[in-house]
């Protein structure tokens, strides 16, 4: 009882220093001495080590080496629960919730061992044992209103609950929208756009196999996720290219007679990718991609030119639209990235491949619209 107090004055002061000065606007940790200090803190593998730097000095921490450490956003961690890994602190009072790796942690005041939850578990007899912890405050009624699931959302929510109907004091380390993590940020990149065409009739057959072009990419990412979330994020960008095609062939007809045709194409292209993320390690740093892309085209233009020799003459066609692209394309997509993170930001460096069909609207011809990103993101 005693360290809940401790903790939660403590907790208010830094909160209050936080939203005080800008200065104080920072990470913390606290020793095993009880000494908070405030810097700048790195996660390096989850729940098992952080960097700290303080005053331009850096040093890592385990489980074993500080109290809790507390980032910028509020969350808070402690080694003081399992003691070879940090554990996300939700809420602390009569009945606490604590969130490791692999499993919820519940303790209530006057109950000698901690409620222990893995959160793999499959059958629902968890929900009997939460019922019978909370009997002596919250009815069966209000107990089934809350509609229980293994979520730390609403595991936090009972909690809450309790110590509210139980007028008991605690602490929330987590406020309404924290539950939903979002980064946001810029991304720069060159993207290869290729058109490929395909069953082409009579009146096509001078169009190429192939167009092919690299240009610059700008976009803006938002990257979302929960608490329930280790591993994996969602992923939705705005990326804006304008691509130019041209191709210029020669088609013998005849020993001394020849047609050259030439096409232009321009496409300026808003994409939106929405991906799922998934990270291949502890540390987050690899991972893989998979989703949809959506094509808009904001601006369009093509057109072909023809001119036929024959023996001394020459004969100009008049210009015609090369390929009449549809306005919309949806396709699929996939691909890797890495990501590290420095003061307070995050670098990437991802490629994917998306692959969009019925890119004409004419049927003289199909055509594909694939292409090839690579990008530096920078998100906060």
Same mark, same amino acid.
């Given at each position: ?168 004091? #605690?602490?929330? &380390? !987590?406020? /309404? ?5 979002? $980064?946001? =940020? %810029? ?5 290869? *756009? ?81 991906? #799922?993320?998934? &990270? !291949?390690? /502890? ?5 893989? $991609?998979? =989703? %949809? ?5 904001? *601006? ?81």
């Amino acid at each position: 009882m005693i360290k809940k107090v401790f903790y939660t004055a403590l907790f208010c002061i830094i909160a209050h220093l936080n939203t005080a000065q800008n200065v104080f606007k920072s990470d913390f940790i606290i020793t095993n001495e009880y000494d908070s200090i405030f810097g700048l803190i790195e996660i390096i593998k989850p729940n098992k080590l952080i960097q700290f730097e303080t005053n331009k000095t850096y040093n890592t921490y385990g489980p074993d080496q500080i109290k809790r450490f507390g980032l910028k956003d509020g969350t808070v961690f402690s080694t003081e629960i399992i003691s070879e890994q940090f554990v996300n602190v939700l809420i602390e009072g009569k009945l606490s919730l604590y969130s490791s790796k692999e499993s919820y942690i519940l303790i209530k005041e006057g109950q000698k061992d901690p409620y222990i939850l893995n959160k793999e578990t499959k059958d629902n007899k968890w929900k009997g044992y939460l019922s019978y912890m909370t009997r002596d405050c919250l009815s069966s009624d209000q107990f089934s209103k809350l509609n229980l699931r293994l979520t730390s959302q609403k595991l936090y929510e009972i909690s809450k609950a309790y110590n509210i109907c139980d007028k008991s004091n #605690y602490i929330s &380390y !987590l406020s /309404d929208n924290k539950w939903m993590k979002i $980064n946001y =940020g %810029l991304s720069l990149g060159m993207v290869n *756009s290729i058109i490929k065409v395909g069953r082409k009739d009579a009146n096509s057959n001078h169009l190429p196999d192939k167009y092919s072009s690299i240009d610059p990419t700008i976009g803006i990412m938002f990257e979302f996720s929960t608490q329930n979330q280790q591993r994996s994020t969602y992923q939705i960008e705005m990326i804006v290219s304008k691509s130019d095609f041209y191709n210029h062939n020669v088609i013998s007809t005849h020993p001394i007679n020849f047609e050259n045709n030439e096409t232009y194409l321009e496409f300026t292209t808003l994409s939106f990718p929405i991906t #799922y993320r998934y &990270y !291949l390690n /502890d540390k987050n740093n690899f991972y893989f $991609n998979l =989703g %949809l892309i959506n094509d808009i085209q904001l *601006s369009s233009r093509s057109y072909f030119r023809s001119e036929t020799v024959a023996s001394n003459d020459i004969f100009v066609k008049s210009e015609a639209e090369a390929i009449n692209s549809t306005a919309y394309q949806a396709g699929l997509l996939a691909g890797i990235g890495y990501k590290l993170s420095y003061n307070k930001l995050n670098y990437e460096l991802r490629s994917f491949y998306s692959m969009s069909t019925k890119f004409n609207s004419s049927g003289r011809f199909n055509s594909n619209f694939n292409k090839i990103y690579i990008s530096l993101i920078v998100s906060k």
